[in-house]
T-cell receptor, first 117, second 112 residues
């Protein structure tokens, strides 16, 4: 139980375009979802926290207009990287907590490798 | 911000116990200690968590000192598949979602 599915696993996009990453909770209701970014050989950095039906709360230094987060349902959150640039290339990971299937801590998705060329 | 300190790297011989330490001297009374691991290019995987008592599950054991200022994750019989970065996380007190903040972790290499 408590499975989080993240798609796509890899994406390559051109500089200036936007990319959407989906995070779905498959067997539980995710009342809260978290988005992380991880650069090579570095740890995970929390970008934002989103509660279903509410605006996301962004960590200091994260541009909310660049990283659009939507958490419109209890099973889906999306992260849209707008006007992507090469420096946005990174590993993006979501995690979720909620009711129904969550027992221990938070479950993480498998991550999305974004490459902006 | 992460409230934990871990050694950056460790080696362990295959089949032997791997003991990964973590310092969390500023832990609050109602904060749990969680351990996750991340195998290269994958999402973090939950291992174990505890409050003040030692815990054991099918993956590992967690030993928390009496003053709760440090803990040790024990993988009893390390295999090559246990090579990963191990993160010790103290869950912060928060009214807005109990975020997980990751520290730098320990890169464990299991040697054949």
């Amino acid at each position: 139980g408590a499975v989080v599915s993240q798609h796509p696993s890899r994406v390559i996009c051109k500089s200036g375009t936007s990319v959407k990453i989906e995070c779905r909770s498959l067997d539980f209701q995710a009342t809260t979802m978290f988005w992380y970014r991880q650069f090579p050989k570095q740890s995970l950095m929390l970008m934002a926290t989103s509660n279903e039906g509410s605006k996301a709360t962004y960590e200091q230094g994260v541009e909310k207009d660049k990283f659009l987060i939507n958490h419109a349902s209890l099973t889906l959150s999306t992260l849209t990287v707008t006007s992507a640039h090469p420096e946005d290339s990174s590993f993006y990971i979501c995690s979720a907590s909620g009711t129904g299937g969550m027992v221990y801590g938070y479950t993480f998705g498998s991550g999305t490798r974004l490459t902006v060329v | 911000d992460a409230k934990t300190t871990q050694p950056p790297s460790m080696d362990c011989a295959e089949g032997r116990a791997a003991n990964l330490p973590c310092n969390h001297s500023t832990i609050s009374g109602n904060e749990y200690v969680y351990w996750y691991r991340q195998i290269h290019s994958q999402g973090p995987q939950y291992i174990i968590h505890g409050l003040k008592n030692n815990e054991t599950n099918e993956m590992a054991s967690l030993i928390i000192t009496e003053d709760r200022k440090s803990s040790t994750l024990i993988l009893p019989h390390a295999t090559l598949r246990d090579t990963a970065v191990y993160y010790c996380i103290v869950r912060p007190r928060s009214n807005t979602g109990n975020q997980f903040y990751f520290g730098t972790g320990t890169s464990l290499t299991v040697i054949p």
